[in-house]
């Protein structure tokens, strides 16, 4: 596998979305190559920043009450 | 060995009328899942008070059909194309301008090029506040918006956001890539802007 086939499943490999056979020829490209290593590196933490940022907010209570009083009268 | 001619009688001690029943399992299985539908609403909506009335609306369309669900399958994604579903029928117009992005025109910004010797760990991502990240994700065009969205705040897998999105798989992954890419050039940008990082700007 070659650099640009690397990059181009990028976010693939990173979501755990390809198959162990694509999944095993891009780990052994990331050993042998350190630059695709480190952008590997750099959007795996690009990920786990937005998925820490956006994840904290929660429904309202009072959209809570409002469905429960709909649906059920309460 | 004879049949009892008549179905069993339900121990009198625990009476178990239908309704409660599927109150239950719509409140095991369906509301659980407010908070997902709210940051997604929030998100398709741009406002808390359109998000509010269309989680309300999913929510009641949801219970009216929660009969026709397979129960113990997959409920957030079953809610989530009812959400969908009725914010483009109902929602789209009134809160957001129809789009005329090309998003095929939409070239890429290689973030790691431009920081690869500055800040290859990408530390300048960690001083961006959680306001900012949202806002940023807010301007992207709404069919990349939906995707990331899907994807990097509610952790679902490509083959689930197909499905509520009504796509191909291949347009899941070519939208995700571009979302990802295209919001982070914007935080790139307005780290550059804030000076966390030199940098150049797009």
């Given at each position: ?5 690397c990059v181009?499943?990028?976010?693939e ?62 | ?17 239908p ?73 789209r ?43 940023a ?43 990802r ?22």
């Amino acid at each position: 596998m070659n650099c640009r086939e690397c990059v181009e499943h990028l976010y693939e490999f990173l979501d755990r979305e390809l198959t162990p056979e694509v999944e095993r020829e891009i780990r052994e490209h990331l050993e042998e190559c350190p630059p695709c290593g480190e952008q590997f590196d750099f959007e795996e933490l690009y990920l786990k920043f937005l998925r820490a940022r956006c994840r904290t907010q929660g429904a309202p209570a009072e959209l809570k009450r409002r469905v429960l009083r709909e649906l059920f009268g309460e | 060995m004879a049949e009892s001619p008549s179905p069993p009688v339900p121990p009198p001690s625990s009476p178990v009328p239908p309704v409660d029943e599927k109150r239950a399992s719509f409140e095991n299985e369906a509301l659980v899942h407010l908070d997902v539908l709210y940051r997604v609403a929030l998100r398709l909506t741009g406002n808390p008070s359109d998000a509010d009335d269309l989680v309300q609306e999913t929510m009641l369309k949801a219970y009216r059909a929660w009969d026709q669900y397979e129960k113990g399958t997959n409920a957030k994604a079953w809610l989530l194309t009812i959400l969908r579903h009725a914010f483009i029928n109902e929602y789209r117009r009134k809160v957001r301008h129809p789009e005329t992005v090309d998003l095929d025109a939409i070239e890429p910004f290689a973030v790691f090029a431009e920081v690869q010797d500055e800040d290859p760990q990408g530390a300048f991502f960690d001083r961006i506040v959680d306001d900012e990240v949202l806002r940023a994700i807010d301007q992207l065009p709404e069919a990349f918006r939906e995707t990331l969205v899907l994807s990097d705040v509610e952790g679902m897998s490509y083959q689930e956001i197909a499905q509520i999105l009504e796509v191909p798989i291949g347009t899941v992954k070519s939208r995700l890539f571009r979302a990802r890419q295209m919001l982070q050039g914007k935080l790139y940008n307005y780290a550059v802007e804030m000076g966390y990082i030199k940098g150049t700007p797009e």
